[in-house]
């Protein structure tokens, strides 16, 4: 069966407390969005604001193939608002539930119902599609939600949804609830939020029952706990209706339900609408969290080597993310060796040990080892030396209330003197750019992820900086840790460049 994808990540997303996409950054995600496979992109709300507007605009104008809607209340403005923007359709949205239309509307259910009508007609007239949806759906008295539904599809709207908007639902409640509703001649849409941690489990549910239209954002990111997250979704559809474990990217119709998603895009969008968002993701999120392939334990990083599936539900690449093994207290000897084959280092059976013992009394000390931790631990073990190819010799900042934080900088490459300045965000941001600037000549080396910890909490903490850099396919981690936070940036990024520049002579 064919489900269709309306993703909301830039309307009910945006809704997330603190988050206002610029025009060019909607218009980013909105572009991977429907290279992805989206069919439905729920651009915004056009009445919120001109600069929504003009979001929407650049979105309506880029002629993508998905379905461009504006969300929209049961009113006439809004309609007008979203109908300036040049939409294909509307999210018309009317409160169903009896506390909603009392305490929110302060109107009765004869006033919501024509208001929903005629919002309705107003839309259709002006050639829009509607897609007419039932706000706290699953609080409503059925009775009520069923004729506000057939009277819309009596004047042409093409598609319901009803919406769990608080999370009331369980996967049980959900399915008999959309089971009700599929009964209704028209396509049928579920919207489910996260407050109980069951979006997911419950548009799964409705889908079960005969929606054949989702709603989700990319993260679950959205209003509170959010929304049904696409990627979870997206992977369970495919994967455990589907063929499980064995599924694989030629297995794309083989599940019971199919979308037009490419599964194989996930991790990179989830890693665009996080930077651009600013919503930082939590490690252990399924699918796209940082985590989602990690293995510490010995027992899980054994048998990962042996067996993937042993600890991994599905290959990570299938959604375009990477496996890692995470070197601390609980790795184990099949888990070391492997990152140390990575890494290019060998070591007879007595330096193993000792390069072991060494990561696990770090682990103790409730450290993570990254790579360039144990490539150091190793030449030390193995007592080898490697001449590093950028030195620092010089970094100076300039930042204040009043200026352009700009860094300026003295590299010794090879034994060439490399003077460059950088100006930047702050003065890290400007530090690292004038650094990137001076190691241009010789690589890209581009900055993936940046953490920053103040160990000891007061201003004179240690600051223990760690980074991921990437150098075409090649990922490494590197940490610092220092008093002063230009010095330990300044230090991880290069110790990390030194690493990937070995690589490449
Ligand atoms: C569950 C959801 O996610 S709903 C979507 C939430 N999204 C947004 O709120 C988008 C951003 N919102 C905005 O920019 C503003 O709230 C606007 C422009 C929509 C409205 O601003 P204002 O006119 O100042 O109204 P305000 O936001 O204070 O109150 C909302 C009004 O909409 C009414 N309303 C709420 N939902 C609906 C609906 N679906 N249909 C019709 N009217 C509605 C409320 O009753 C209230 O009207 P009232 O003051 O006459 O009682
Ligand atoms: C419309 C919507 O976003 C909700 O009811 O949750």
Do not use: W
Not at 142 to 170: H, P, S, W, Y
Not at 301 to 318: S, W
Not at 411 to 423: F, P, R, S, T, Y
């Amino acid at each position: 069966m064919k489900i269709k994808v309306l993703d909301t990540t830039l309307r009910d997303g945006e809704q997330t407390p603190g988050i206002s996409l610029t025009a060019s950054e909607k218009l980013r995600i909105a572009t991977k969005l429907d290279e992805i496979g989206v069919n439905i992109i729920e651009a915004g709300s056009a009445i919120t604001s001109h600069g929504e507007r003009k979001s929407i605009k650049e979105i309506t104008s880029e002629g993508l193939n998905a379905e461009i809607a504006s969300f929209a209340r049961a009113v006439k403005i809004d309609v007008d608002a979203a109908l300036e923007c040049d939409v294909d359709s509307v999210h018309l949205v009317v409160p169903t539930s009896n506390l909603h239309i009392e305490h929110k509307l302060k109107k009765s259910k004869e006033e919501v119902l024509s208001q929903a009508i005629d919002a309705s007609e107003y839309a259709l007239d002006h050639g829009l599609i509607v897609e007419l949806s039932a706000e706290d759906a699953t609080r409503s008295e059925m009775k009520f939600l069923k004729e506000i539904f057939n009277q819309g599809v009596d004047v042409g709207v093409q598609r319901i949804c009803a919406c769990d908007t608080v999370g009331m639902l369980t996967p049980e409640k959900s399915f008999e609830f959309y089971k009700e509703l599929s009964t209704i001649n028209a396509p049928l849409s579920v919207h489910c939020h996260n407050d109980f941690g069951l979006a997911v489990a419950n548009t799964l549910g409705a889908i079960r029952a005969g929606a054949t239209e989702f709603h989700c954002t990319v993260n679950g990111i959205g209003e509170r706990a959010g929304n049904a997250s696409l990627e979870e979704i997206i992977v369970s559809l495919k994967t455990l209706y589907g063929k499980g474990q064995n599924y694989t990217i030629e297995d794309n119709d083989s599940s019971i339900y199919k979308t037009d998603i490419n599964i194989q895009e996930l991790y990179s969008t989830s890693k665009l609408v996080s930077r651009l968002t600013g919503v930082y993701l939590q490690p252990n999120k399924a699918i796209v969290g940082e985590n989602a392939f990690a293995h510490e334990s010995g027992i899980h990083a054994d048998g990962v080597i042996k067996n993937a599936a042993t600890y991994e539900p599905i290959v990570p690449e299938l959604v375009g993310h990477k496996r890692k093994f995470i070197m601390g207290k609980h790795i184990g000897t099949k888990g070391l060796k492997n990152n140390l084959d990575e890494l290019g280092i060998k070591a007879s059976d007595e330096q193993f040990m000792e390069i072991f013992d060494k990561v696990k009394a770090l682990g103790d000390m409730g450290k993570c080892v990254t790579d360039v931790d144990l490539q150091a631990i190793a030449y030390n073990v193995l007592e080898l030396k490697r001449e590093q190819k950028v030195k620092l010799e010089e970094v100076t900042i300039v930042s204040g209330n009043k200026v352009i934080p700009t860094a300026s900088i003295k590299l010794k490459i090879d034994d060439k003197d490399i003077l460059e300045a950088g100006v930047g965000i702050g003065p890290v941001d400007a530090a690292i750019v004038a650094v990137k600037k001076g190691i241009s000549e010789f690589a890209d080396v581009e900055l993936e992820e940046y953490h920053v910890d103040a160990i000891t909490g007061g201003t004179d903490a240690l600051i223990d900086v760690i980074v991921k850099l990437r150098l075409g396919d090649k990922i490494i981690s590197a940490r610092s840790t220092q008093p002063d936070i230009i010095n330990a940036s300044v230090e991880a990024y290069l110790s990390g460049v030194n690493r990937l520049l070995e690589d490449v002579e």
